[in-house]
């Protein structure tokens, strides 16, 4: 019965689509056979809207259409929704940039109805792309707008509220979340507005599942449901999502499949991939909840290849934290952890991977480590994990950190009586060469010449490594110096200015407060900087990687080559924190000065030599300036630190080139 009911909804979708897309393609083709601007704008304007809800390709001609024929005639009004249409287009579609672009152009002070929708559209771009704070600023600005009974302005505000209540759920302001949907939900009913009505009600049983109070969100998504029967086919599937979340969570499998299918063939069918890809993840929650773990994977795998296709890299992660999670349960640990090597690397930037992904790859690293017996990455990861999550100081969490601890203090025992063994056997095979030597003897007037033209050899390579080592070690105490120099600024210095500073504003010296809290955030940025790079955590090559990403933008690319060719594991600490500043100082000062808009590193080794070029296209210099440059002089200091010899060719508008030789151990 529930199988034929699901039918006959997908055929009324049908039905009511095809009818939809016959009234766009009689519109588009008298829109082609118009002469008249006026004609065309009010086409327009009834057109526009529509395609929303098509799969449509070249929705931006019309919507840029529309923005050129309203500004050549002077309509401000139309001019700003054809800035709304591409605003929403490009969000839809991931691209943030533009997204902003329009956003910000929809900002238009004609009247208080057309404002209003400027600030509702650019807060949806801000909230979409998780700048959370703008969005709450921007709204707030609708917000304290006053009004007078005008029922299309109330009504966007309406939806102002509706939108900020979004903002609040996203910073886990439940409060302010519920209180915002409740006055926007006062907004809808005040002018029998069944959208805003409908959109109110969705939005609070949102807000009760976050908090599980699950009954009460059941009665907000039905009576959404109820309103939605008499608008827009959108709001009818956005509601059955909602309802097909809910009922996964508490159980209620059949109902949520029924939900989250029926909403999946909607969206699919207009086009729209983000609320696709959410259904698609929700339904591998659903079946992995179920026990039907095939289902479960598949659908993982489906979330994964949109994801991949959309070329959204924050939901490309959050399909492999879903497929993961499912081959974790499967106990498929092979898959889960080549899944997570590939999305570690992400955890560090918060615009990829937020802090509740970052707390379950942790677990999840940690139960994979686990299983191969790995105690020390298993107990490292499941620290991390703890530490990101201030929920979770329960008793469950504390014995499963003692258990791995555990697990990890018995390995290391385990390690320290092999040695143990090790070094009796090593003590017994000493005292057998001590008795064979006693025999051996007379050979020892043979082998003396050959003995003392290697121990030439070795004297003389011992010299080398102990220059070399020397050096090492006069790198790593200057690295010591300045890490306490900087942990003494941090710790220390920075307290004091800022006590200073607080007894200066209570006598009310503000401005030498001001002064005070100045020198103390410079003193902070130089402690910093003096602080030790490690490169434990993160690789040298990784660390790299990171580094060209931060100053690579739209204007200057930075290829690298030659980094995957080197085992940097082999090179020595010291080593690598020098090459790391040096390769630092020249990628800013090509970034700060130079105008480039290439930059090349290239790094090669041969044997013990290793040669390291960075070549920029910018506007070069003269080099008689070189010697008064403190970012050159620095590199070569450090240069020489590691016995390197460095090279700066540079002429006027043919950029400059760095090259650095040094001689390895």
């Known amino acids: 019965m529930k199988s034929l009911l699901s039918k006959l909804i997908l055929v009324s979708v049908s039905i009511m689509s095809y009818g939809q897309n016959r009234k766009i393609d009689s519109l588009i083709n008298k829109f082609e056979s118009l002469n008249s601007d006026t004609k065309k704008l009010n086409l327009l304007e009834e057109l526009n809207p529509m395609i929303f809800d098509t799969t449509l390709s070249n929705s931006t001609y019309y919507f840029k259409e529309m923005v050129k024929i309203a500004k050549k005639n002077q309509n401000i009004e139309l001019e700003a929704m054809g800035y709304r249409c591409l605003s929403e287009h490009y969000l839809r579609e991931g691209d943030s940039l533009n997204a902003k672009k329009y956003g910000l152009k929809t900002i238009i002070d004609l009247d208080k109805r057309t404002y209003l929708l400027g600030i509702n559209q650019l807060g949806r771009v801000y909230d979409h792309f998780r700048e959370y704070d703008k969005a709450i600023e921007i709204y707030k600005k609708g917000i304290d707008l006053e009004l007078k009974e ?23 302001d439940f409060s302010n979340q519920i209180k915002m949907y409740l006055y926007a939900k006062d907004f809808a009913i005040k002018i029998n507005d069944l ?169 999840y690293l940690s139960i994979v480590y686990e299983k191969e017996n ?31 601890e555990t697990k990890y203090q018995s390995e290391k025992k385990e390690k320290e009586n092999l040695q143990l063994i090790a070094d009796n056997v090593e003590q017994e095979l000493l005292t057998q060469k001590a008795n064979t030597q006693k025999w051996v003897f007379f050979l020892f007037s043979i082998i003396s010449i050959l003995s003392l033209i290697l121990y030439i050899k070795y004297m003389q390579s011992k010299k080398k490594q102990l220059l070399y080592n020397s050096r090492l070690n006069v790198i790593k105490a200057k690295q010591n110096e300045q890490e306490e120099i900087g942990i003494e600024l941090h710790d220390n210095v920075a307290k004091k200015l800022e006590s200073i500073s607080i007894a200066l504003n209570k006598d009310g010296k503000t401005e030498l407060a001001n002064q005070t809290i100045t020198i103390k955030n410079k003193i902070r940025k130089l402690s910093k900087e003096l602080s030790t790079i490690s490169f434990e955590e993160s690789s040298f090559k990784d660390q790299i990687i990171t580094l060209s990403s931060g100053y690579q933008n739209e204007s200057l690319k930075i290829h690298i080559k030659g980094l995957d060719a ?59 300036m070189v010697t008064y440059n403190r970012g050159f002089r620095n590199m070569k200091i450090r240069v020489n630190d590691i016995n390197g010899i460095i090279k700066i060719k540079s002429q006027i508008n043919k950029g400059t080139q760095i090259f650095i030789q040094l001689a390895l151990a």
């Open 374 to 404: 790995d105690y020390s990455k298993s107990l490292r990861y499941f620290k991390k994990f703890k530490n990101n999550n201030d929920s979770l100081q329960s008793e469950k969490i504390n014995s499963k950190l003692e258990d791995i």
């Open 150 to 172: 005008e029922e299309d302005t109330i009504k966007v505000k309406g939806n102002i509220y509706s939108n900020l209540g979004i903002v609040y759920g996203s910073v886990k």
């Open 195 to 363: 959208n805003g009505l409908s959109t109110a009600n969705r939005a609070l049983g949102w807000s009760y599942m976050d908090l599980t109070q699950y009954d009460t969100a059941e009665k907000f998504f039905i009576k959404s449901l109820k309103d939605s029967s008499k608008i827009k086919q959108r709001y009818i599937y956005e509601t059955s999502h909602a309802l097909g979340v809910l009922y996964s969570r508490v159980g209620k499998f059949e109902k949520s499949i029924y939900h989250n299918k029926r909403a999946l063939y909607y969206f699919k069918k207009v086009g729209n991939k983000f609320y696709e890809l959410d259904v698609l993840i929700n339904l591998s929650i659903l079946y992995q909840r179920s026990g039907n773990n095939s289902l479960a994977i598949d659908y993982a795998k489906k979330t994964l290849k949109l994801a991949e296709s959309l070329d959204h890299k924050f939901l490309e992660n959050i399909a492999k934290e879903t497929l993961i999670h499912n081959y974790i349960k499967q106990e498929n640990f092979f898959e889960a952890k080549k899944l997570l090597l590939e999305i570690a690397p992400d955890t560090i930037n918060n615009a990829l991977v937020n802090l509740n992904s970052k707390t379950n790859i942790n677990e």
């Open 566 to 624: 080197i085992l940097w594991s082999t090179i020595d600490s010291p080593i690598k924190y020098n090459l790391f500043l040096i390769i630092r100082e020249a990628i800013s000062n090509s970034y700060n000065h130079s105008d480039a808009t290439s930059i090349l590193l290239k790094i090669k080794q041969e044997k013990k030599n290793m040669s390291i070029s960075i070549q920029d296209n910018g506007k070069g210099f003269d080099e008689n």
